[in-house]
């Protein structure tokens, strides 16, 4: 059961429970995975980053402000500030990546997907 | 090779500057220093001497840094006096029976006040001004006093009679000449400067020449003057010049002058080439230089010299002036009499606004060759530096001092005339060339540029100046100063407070779309939240201002290492009842928090997870506590120390005062994190000096000093303002508060931001206490809005479900964050190192 879980997508929580420009945490199977919802012009896209700040290693990077540097859309770390790019999870400060998972709308839910 | 012996005789503040400059040379290490200080403590700032009555202590004005007889092992022989040169055997000998042989030898004795030969000048009530037990003596007569007089009417004498006000003796000033500072300043401006002072009410009577001095009839002294007319007093001030202290060298039979003065030549050694003498006993050319920046160029030339460089001489020195006599601007340049052949004067008076200006130009009407300024003198700087390097003046000189008005700016010298050798700053000796070197060194701030150079950080006249010379420079290097506050905005924090506050912005949507571009950051976004904060002080995290907010914002407790959050009750003054000690000990037991007392004086409660937050809250509201906004920038706390109401020394209650401060002030948004603090007394317990606002009790009512602050960089603040009641010091702080919020930087402490305002401290008193720039009633009207719009972010929270429903670590689940792992030491809990949580992992 648990691999079938990892291989397809996983409801976490309605759309209306994330605030635009404002991180939530989901537990998913056993990967916490914080997911952001970002205003784009009139409407949104979703983004999906494992929550582990390996800079501090505590679960908080869905707690950062969201934002745009250089071109790349990014979440600040709340603890020591590091910047990591939303869609490919690379640290814009230091040559560190951390995971980035599929994520997206479906009838009203937001869906992640753990797989590759 | 044995060591030379250097000795110096006197630690005033040219003794210590030679000390410091000589010190600061690779020779000293060759030297043995021996340095004689008759009084019981080293170097002191008499030109300051004034504030001693204001709350400053021998401590404050101390002018030795610290640790620096230790780090250079200067031996300086305290209370002890140097009473005989033996040339001859190159000895000193001291008081004490001491003997020092010297290879070189250094004169700083300075000088003494001149008492005039009048009979009666050596009873008990009759005073001078110079030395801090010289202050003493005053504080102790001033109390059995109700008049005072002070006897000179110069420069020295108005600041003794500024001292006598201060003590709240009524206040008389005589003066033999018809004018005051008849030295420096003309008729019209002593004019001026008489209605100014009298309005301050100080009483001047000059043309008055004092015969005797016999018992009193009102008072116990009663002074005679040759025009037949009398004046009772309890206290005489001397202050009618200062005479070379010069005994010792004329004992050893070195040149002197015909009226006293220790002869120099310009490397400044005496008759004999082994002594030198420097300051106010020296006499150069036939002159003594009664200013400390003469005696400093001095204390130079002579390291220079006794080094073996021989590098420098003294060839005289610029006499002009710029002071504030007991808040009044005066300034003296050059030949301000007109007494140069054919000099021809431009004058400017406003009885209105009380201001007189003077400038004197060269007989060709090509060069300023003097100026007198009083009740206004922002023009010095400018017209110094004219008169200094000979800058050809503008084809209308007079516009030099008339008031500008309808956008008609006064010609502008511009700096870059000024050659690189040009002195700006002459307390400190910083030229032009030094200040560009430094900026070529990459500074781009004011503040940055001051502690580097030492420019414009003792008397601040050159303030403006030292900022002009920097705009300069950076525009001739090609450095644009960007202030742009990040690559969203390119506008400086204080530029988007204009703009929120006069556009009525009220959220980042609206002012990223009209005055910016792209998404945001976490530099901009939180920087509007604070701005938008202390505009329409709407809470935090309502929805559209809740993803601006750092998370200590957002969650309202202070992030940890791990991920947790702390908790921080206000409590007011730092005054808590036993039941809310029980209260707090109860919920922090009851959550297994980690407690400390802060410095503030609060409880900071440790540990607690995202969903625990809220429920701590709710009992800590059921309590009867609020927000203590220690997650935000905003005002902390105000500390306190308990007063006259319990304390033997307390003179106020400081604990009232600094509750209604907190209360007043409690929940507002600022650049950086505020923190206040009362004293009930000038014994400082509550350490307000350290603060951003510090309040001590005075026996009239409250000093208050402002721009102090702790941290990496310590800063002690400065006295604003004295004796202030309840209602004109809430007036100050909340102009003062508003002022800084509305023009400082992003992360911007007050004493930063002060330093980087021209005119700094003085600046700030123009525009908190005078209203030089008609803002006073709008920064109160902002403050007072902000005071009725307060609510407890945490009240209005937990009242709300909506708001509630963030607290919890997961969005879809109830568990917690299973990598929060705590253990305990000294009986209570602390985060798990990573190697304590594997073992705990493993362990389970």
Redesign the interface.
């Known amino acids: 059961m648990n691999a079938k879980a990892e291989l397809s997508w996983v409801p976490?929580?309605d759309l209306d429970?994330l605030?635009?420009?404002?991180g939530?945490?989901?537990?998913v199977s056993d990967r916490?995975v914080a997911?952001f919802k970002?205003?784009e012009g009139d409407s949104f896209n979703l983004y999906a980053i494992d929550n582990?700040d390996p800079f501090?290693?505590?679960?908080?990077l869905s707690?950062?402000?969201?934002?745009?540097?250089?071109g790349h859309?990014?979440v600040?770390s709340?603890?020591y500030?590091q910047?990591f790019c939303l869609e490919t999870g690379k640290c814009l400060e230091d040559d560190i990546e951390i995971p980035v998972y599929k994520v997206r709308e479906n009838a009203g839910k937001v869906e992640v997907f753990l797989g590759s | 090779m044995s060591k030379q012996k250097l000795v110096v005789i006197g630690n005033g503040m040219v003794g210590q500057k030679f000390l410091e400059q000589f010190a600061g040379k690779e020779q000293a290490a060759s030297f043995q220093i021996t340095t004689f200080c008759e009084e019981p403590r080293a170097a002191y700032d008499r030109v300051h001497l004034s504030e001693y009555f204001t709350g400053k202590t021998a401590e404050d004005l101390s002018l030795v840094p610290e640790g620096f007889f230790e780090s250079t092992s200067i031996d300086i022989r305290l209370g002890d006096k140097a009473v005989a040169i033996d040339r001859k055997n190159k000895e000193v000998k001291s008081a004490k029976g001491d003997i020092i042989s010297y290879d070189k030898l250094v004169l700083a004795t300075g000088s003494y006040p001149f008492v005039p030969p009048i009979p009666g000048k050596d009873r008990p009530e009759c005073l001078v001004y110079r030395t801090i037990e010289d202050l003493e003596a005053i504080k102790a007569t001033a109390t059995k006093s109700r008049v005072g007089v002070v006897v000179g009417g110069g420069l020295l004498g108005l600041e003794a009679a500024k001292a006598l006000k201060d003590l709240g003796l009524e206040t008389h000033v005589v003066e033999f000449a018809p004018r005051l500072m008849a030295v420096q300043i003309d008729e019209g401006g002593g004019k001026m400067l008489r209605t100014k002072i009298e309005e301050l009410g100080v009483q001047v009577h000059t043309g008055k020449n004092t015969q005797e001095i016999v018992d009193g009839d009102e008072c116990t002294l009663r002074m005679n003057f040759a025009d037949g007319s009398h004046l009772d007093t309890d206290l005489i001030l001397f202050s009618a010049g200062i005479r070379p202290q010069d005994e010792l060298a004329r004992q050893a039979e070195l040149a002197m002058g015909e009226r006293g003065g220790i002869v120099i030549n310009n490397y400044c050694q005496t008759s004999d080439e082994d002594i030198f003498a420097v300051g106010e006993c020296a006499l150069w050319n036939n002159r003594i230089f009664g200013l400390v920046a003469p005696g400093y160029q001095m204390s130079q030339v002579a390291a220079d010299a006794i080094s073996g460089e021989f590098s420098s001489e003294f060839k005289g020195a610029d006499m002009s002036t710029k002071l504030k006599l007991m808040g009044v601007d005066v300034a003296s340049i050059g030949d301000a009499h007109g007494m140069t052949k054919g000099a021809q004067s431009y004058i400017y008076t406003d009885e209105h606004n009380q201001v007189y200006k003077k400038i004197v130009v060269s007989e060709d009407g090509k060069y300023l060759l003097g100026a007198v300024l009083v009740g206004e003198a922002e023009e010095y700087g400018t017209l110094l530096q004219m008169m200094l390097n000979n800058i050809e003046l503008p084809e209308f000189p007079d516009a030099l001092i008339l008031p500008q008005r309808g956008g008609s700016a006064a010609p502008a010298m511009g700096v870059d005339k000024l050659p690189d050798t040009a002195q700006i700053c002459s307390c400190n000796n910083v030229s032009k060339g030094d200040l560009c070197c430094a900026i070529q060194g990459g500074i781009t701030e004011l503040g940055d540029l001051k502690s580097a150079t030492k420019a414009a950080t003792s008397c601040g006249g050159c303030t403006a100046l030292v900022g002009q010379v920097l705009n300069a420079e950076l525009e001739k290097l090609g450095i644009e100063v960007k202030k742009d506050l990040c690559?969203?905005f390119p506008y400086s924090r204080q530029e988007l407070y204009h703009l929120v506050r006069v556009e009525g912005i009220r959220s980042f949507e609206e002012l990223i779309a009209k005055h910016g571009k792209?998404?945001?950051?976490?530099i901009?976004?939180?920087t509007t939240a604070s701005i938008l904060a202390s505009c329409w002080n709407e809470h935090i995290i309502e929805?559209a201002l809740?993803?601006?907010?750092?998370?200590?914002d957002?969650?309202m407790a202070n992030?940890q290492?791990?991920?947790t959050y702390s908790v921080v009750p206000r409590v007011p003054g730092g005054e808590i009842t036993p039941d809310g000690l029980i209260a707090i000990g109860q919920i922090g037991k009851k959550y297994d928090l980690y407690t400390k007392i802060t410095g503030g004086q609060r409880i900071d409660l440790f540990g607690a997870k995202v969903h625990e937050l809220p429920l701590i809250w709710k009992e800590l509201i059921d309590a009867g506590f609020e927000s203590g906004h220690a997650y935000g920038k905003s005002m902390r706390t105000v500390k306190s120390c308990v007063g006259s109401t319990w304390c033997r020394y307390g003179v106020q209650d400081s604990v009232g005062m600094a509750i209604l401060v907190e209360k007043r002030y409690r929940g507002i948004r600022s650049p950086h994190k505020l923190k206040l603090a009362v004293s009930g007394c000038t014994r400082e317990c509550a350490e307000a000096q350290s603060k951003d606002v510090g309040v001590i009790a005075t026996e009239k009512g409250w000093n208050l000093y402002l721009c102090g602050n702790g941290g990496m960089k310590p800063r002690h603040a400065d006295l604003f303002a004295s004796d202030l009641d309840d209602t004109t010091l809430i007036k100050y702080i909340d102009r003062f508060l508003m002022f800084y919020i509305k023009t400082a930087d992003r992360l911007q402490r007050t004493s930063v931001w002060m330093d980087n305002l021209e005119g700094g401290l003085d600046y700030l008193r123009d525009v908190v206490i005078n209203d030089s720039l008609g803002i006073g009633e709008e920064l109160e009207a902002q403050m007072n809005h902000l005071v009725d719009t307060y609510q407890c972010e945490w009240k209005t929270t937990v009242e709300d479900p909506e708001k509630m429903k963030r607290f919890r670590?997961?969005?879809?689940?109830d568990?917690t964050?299973s990598?929060v792992v705590f253990v305990k030491e000294r009986g209570q809990i602390r985060p798990a190192r990573?190697d304590e949580k594997r073992i705990d992992t493993v362990a389970v």
């Open positions: 976490v929580c429970d605030l635009t420009n404002v939530v945490c989901a537990k916490q997911i970002v205003a582990h501090s290693n505590a679960n908080v707690r950062g402000i969201v934002g745009d540097l250089k859309n990014v600040a709340p603890i500030k910047h | 690559e969203h792209g998404k945001g950051c976490d901009c976004k939180p929805p809740a993803g601006l907010q750092d998370t200590n957002y969650f992030m290492k791990d991920g670590h997961f969005v879809n689940s568990e964050d990598n990573e």
